[in-house]
């Protein structure tokens, strides 16, 4: 296991509607990553955090958004639910140093 | 931009057979990291390996392999004897560090069967 612990593991919601997701990073890791998976494609990188701030972010609409707490655990938030929103997201977390990110078992998230 | 591509959508072999993943990368950055994930079924990334790109060495951890090659800009993947276990979607990812975020660019994922 990763340590890396995201909740919740399934979510269905209604297009139009907001959802929240949470993830805990690694113990020492102060970078958290958030990636779209959708059925079948690789990760699609959506944002970054580094020390609550946001510091990177992929081709994806400002309904995605954000937030990374003291204790470097973090929330994406998306807003107005479409259905192309279906897709599993992963979290991942990285230290300082980058040996390569670690990830979540993700949340399932479907819209309907 | 960053681009991967991994041309083999799936893969299927009996156990015991060898078998290697390719993927191959576009980036205009000198510095750049190279990683192999594994995906199974229960969807959580796991992370196999890392080089640099000034690290040309291959490697071989147990039944894994790995040849990077800078002058095709290749970075495959090989498992020796594979194994039923070893089935899941593999990912070949790339990271530059010229922006502030050290975000992963993966490829479209190669799904490996391996049947007893």
């Known amino acids: 296991e990763t340590g890396v612990t995201q909740s919740p593991t399934h979510l269905i919601k209604t297009r139009g509607q907001q959802v929240t997701l949470r993830c805990s990073s690694q113990?020492?890791?102060?970078?958290v990553s958030w990636y779209q998976q959708a059925l079948g494609q690789g990760p699609q990188f959506i944002f970054q955090y580094y020390r609550e701030e946001e510091n990177g972010r992929g081709n994806f609409p400002p309904r995605f958004s954000g937030l990374q707490f003291p204790n470097y655990s973090s929330e994406l938030n998306v807003n107005a639910l479409e259905l192309d929103d279906s897709a599993l997201y992963l979290c991942?977390?990285?230290?300082?140093?980058?040996?390569?990110?670690?990830f979540g078992q993700g949340t399932r998230l479907t819209v309907v | 931009a960053q681009k991967v591509t991994q041309a083999q959508t799936e893969i299927s072999v009996v156990e015991k057979e060898d078998v290697t993943l390719d993927c191959v990368y576009e980036?205009?950055?000198?510095?750049?990291?190279l990683f192999w994930y594994k995906q199974p079924p229960s969807g959580e990334l796991v992370f196999l390996i890392r080089r640099n790109s000034f690290d040309e060495q291959n490697e071989i951890s147990g039944r894994y392999s790995w040849n990077f090659q800078k002058s095709t800009s290749s970075f495959n993947f090989t498992i020796t004897a594979s194994q039923v276990v070893d089935s899941a979607v593999y990912f070949c990812a790339l990271r530059v560090d010229s922006g502030s975020a050290r975000q992963l660019t993966f490829g479209s994922g190669t799904q490996l069967t391996v049947l007893p």
């Open positions: 113990s020492g890791h102060n970078t």
């Open positions: 991942a977390s990285t230290s300082g140093s980058g040996m390569g990110a670690f």
């Open positions: 980036t205009r950055d000198t510095t750049y990291y």
